[in-house]
């Protein structure tokens, strides 16, 4: 069995790490926050003092962090993957982060002989914690394939998308349906509000018709009783709504929904909501429509 490492113990890689350890895979970690190792090392993982020092001790190295410029530090800063991975390496970039950076971080990888999979995933903290990811890969294929074993512990759906770069533009294309659902599930609710309907049943009786959606079905109960707290954060959303825009822009396609969803984020952000939920985008529209879930119409 390949002595597997994790660097980023968040809501989602956290969550993943308790997978890897639960189906027996031996797992080393590291964490930028310190003390955010000591639940997996309790857990029988083995603490490292750096990514080098992870990278020494593993033959696949998985990463879950927040952005563009982290993944860059985690692999080339003082201290990084790069300055410890052995040729034969294979890294796994769960993050979601720039296409066209993911692809130039592959080719500085393949310069050691180091392979590299971009492989962010969907399906929020409840997907990360109960191993039911999807994952949507780019990289060549026998790595892919390498990485199976080990992607399994988390993953339920796992998809070989292409090249190295397809993984991270798959993902962005998830995350335009995330939030434009969301967005429809919002002023849905908000309609249903107004109009006197019993929320709860009003989502039963739609969640798993042609209007349903992930977010309905798994945020919509959240929202009618005002629990916004985080599955995925609004500043993580807008972190990655401006990798879309950027891709968008760089290929001349107009994005009129996303474009709109990320302004309402902004509003959001503005009034200091950014560590809410991303299901939160309804308190956007909620001010606009003069409408409170849960609370009077006409407010």
Known sequence: MERVGFIGLGIMGGGMTRNLLKAGHAVTVWNRTAARMEEFVALGAQRAASPADLAVRCDVILICVSNTP???????????VAEGARPGTLVVDHSTISPRR???MARRLAEQRVAF?????SGGSEGAARGTLSIMIGGEAKDVERALPILRAYGKTITHVGPHGAGQMTKLVNQILVVVNQLAASEALLFAQAGGLDLTKTIEA???GAGGSWMLAHRGPQMIVRDFRPGFTIDLQQKDLRLVLEAADE?????????LVFQLYRTLQ?????G?????????????MGVELGGEKDR
């Open 206 to 208: 739609v969640k798993d």
């Open 117 to 121: 999979l971009d492989a962010p995933v």
């Open 251 to 259: 290929m001349g396609v107009p994005l009129l929904g996303t474009s």
């Open 102 to 104: 993911t692809a130039e």
């Open 276 to 288: 809410e939920g991303n299901h939160a985008l309804v308190k956007a529209l909620e001010r606009l």
């Open 270 to 274: 503005a009034q200091g909501l950014g």
């Open 70 to 80: 982290d993944v860059e530090q985690v692999l080339f800063g003082p201290q990084g």
